[in-house]
């Protein structure tokens, strides 16, 4: 079945709501790891043997893959997110959730059977 107009566009108000979640969590992660980088440093620094310097550097390059996923995750929403919170397009959004709102109605007014459709007074078109 074809998508209705109405979840075509909850589903872009979604993935600008989502974004925030996604960006957020995701800097959190990153700032955390970057803010490990001065332990790291002197943890190598502080080895006493070429053992225990292999196994942390190990250890920390590991942590840097993983901050590189994280760290191009949030640049995967940064984008969508700035969009989602500039003041600019406040107005914009809360439009397209009113449209949304407004477009489910007729939706579900025209999914009723002709014949059982109520009339409601309106304008008379000339």
Request: glycine share 2%; charged share 40%; proline share 2%.
């Amino acid at each position: 079945m074809e998508r209705k107009p109405s979840e075509i566009i909850q589903e872009f108000l979604d993935l600008i709501d989502n974004s925030h979640t996604e960006f957020n969590d995701s800097k959190t992660k990153v700032d955390n790891y970057n803010s490990k980088t001065y332990t790291w440093t002197h943890q190598l620094e502080d080895c006493k043997n070429k053992q225990e310097r292999n196994r942390l550097a190990t250890a920390w390059q590991k942590e840097l893959k993983e901050r590189r996923k994280e760290k191009d995750r949030k640049n995967l929403w940064e984008k969508i997110h700035n969009f989602g919170v500039d003041v600019s397009n406040k107005a914009f959004l809360k439009k397209l959730r009113h449209l949304v709102q407004e477009q489910q109605k007729v939706e579900e007014y025209l999914e009723t059977p002709y014949e059982e459709r109520e009339y409601k007074k309106g304008v008379v078109e000339k």
